[in-house]
């Protein structure tokens, strides 16, 4: 692992997309605090210093076609859950699509990736990932953030973490070099999807309906059924849970 450690940094993936594709390869960069960490439109995400763990990690995802590149969404998570699998309650940990981290139905952790296209295939991707370690007291978003020491009750050593969850991912990401390998990332996804297969309330378009989760397609869509057995398939930011406000939406 080529870890660098940053006291202070706007994006960690900001950091590593500023290096040539060659450099980022293998290439972790943590900070201690991050000023302006990245998610979709113009979501950020809240890190208190020294409080968390805001990383950033570099891999080589040239074996694997583009038009498959949601997978390496899958397997981020998995790997991710291999290691928090281990301090905290498993039952009450979930990916919520298409790839953050929810303990308890409280989000734990947030996944952005930044990948490079070259051609049919992918390049090297950018991972950047948050995580709540220790801070107690977040702003009350919609998605009610909960960290590692609020479910513990202790603090968390963050390198130790850091190391443990970067050899996880790399060993998940590993799995998309064979066919046996994509099949189980794609099957303990489904296995840890957040109402997967369960009947709940969401938002669309402004209305209230319900839905049945049935699983992902090849592009990352959530695939659903409705009351009359109709598919409804979502892309990131169509659809959100209605009940607590919580947006599919990546927050970093």
């Given at each position: 692992?080529?870890?660098?450690?940053?006291?202070?940094?706007?994006?960690?993936?900001?950091?590593?997309?500023?290096?040539?594709?060659?450099?980022?390869?293998?290439?972790?960069?943590?900070?201690?605090?991050?000023?302006?960490?990245?998610?979709?439109?113009?979501?950020?995400?809240?890190?208190?210093s020294?409080?968390?763990?805001?990383?950033?990690?570099?891999?080589?995802?040239?074996?694997?076609?583009?038009?498959?590149?949601?997978l390496?969404?899958?397997?981020?998570?998995?790997?991710?859950?291999?290691?928090?699998?281990?301090?905290?309650?498993?039952?009450?940990?979930?990916?919520?699509?298409?790839?953050?981290?929810?303990?308890?139905?409280?989000?734990?952790?947030g996944?952005?990736?930044?990948?490079?296209?070259?051609?049919?295939?992918?390049?090297?991707?950018?991972?950047?990932?948050?995580?709540?370690?220790?801070?107690?007291?977040?702003?009350?978003?919609?998605?009610?953030?909960?960290?590692?020491?609020?479910?513990?009750?202790?603090?968390?050593?963050?390198?130790?973490?850091?190391?443990?969850?970067?050899?996880?991912?790399?060993?998940?990401?590993?799995?998309?070099?064979?066919?046996?390998?994509?099949?189980?990332?794609?099957?303990?996804?489904?296995?840890?999807?957040?109402?997967?297969?369960?009947?709940?309330a969401?938002?669309?378009?402004?209305?209230?309906?319900?839905?049945?989760?049935?699983?992902?397609?090849?592009?990352?869509?959530?695939?659903?059924?409705?009351?009359?057995?109709?598919?409804?398939?979502?892309?990131?930011?169509?659809?959100?849970?209605?009940?607590?406000?919580?947006r599919?939406?990546?927050?970093?």
């Amino acid at each position: 692992m080529k870890l660098t450690i940053l006291d202070t940094i706007d994006s960690t993936n900001a950091f590593l997309l500023g290096l040539s594709e060659a450099e980022r390869v293998g290439a972790v960069a943590f900070a201690r605090e991050q000023t302006a960490g990245k998610g979709m439109g113009s979501n950020t995400w809240e890190s208190q210093s020294g409080m968390n763990l805001t990383f950033s990690m570099g891999v080589d995802m040239s074996f694997l076609p583009a038009a498959d590149q949601f997978l390496l969404s899958q397997a981020v998570p998995l790997g991710l859950l291999d290691v928090l699998d281990t301090v905290l309650p498993a039952d009450k940990l979930f990916v919520k699509w298409p790839n953050d981290l929810l303990f308890d139905r409280r989000k734990l952790c947030g996944i952005l990736i930044n990948s490079t296209i070259h051609g049919m295939g992918m390049g090297v991707s950018v991972i950047g990932i948050g995580l709540n370690v220790n801070q107690m007291q977040f702003q009350d978003w919609p998605t009610h953030p909960i960290s590692m020491k609020m479910i513990l009750g202790e603090d968390v050593a963050l390198e130790p973490l850091l190391e443990r969850l970067v050899t996880a991912v790399q060993a998940r990401v590993g799995n998309l070099k064979s066919p046996e390998g994509i099949e189980i990332i794609k099957k303990d996804y489904l296995s840890r999807l957040y109402r997967y297969h369960t009947w709940a309330a969401y938002e669309v378009d402004g209305q209230i309906v319900k839905r049945f989760i049935t699983g992902i397609d090849t592009f990352g869509r959530l695939r659903t059924l409705d009351p009359e057995n109709h598919e409804h398939l979502y892309e990131v930011k169509e659809i959100r849970n209605a009940e607590c406000g919580m947006r599919n939406t990546l927050l970093r």
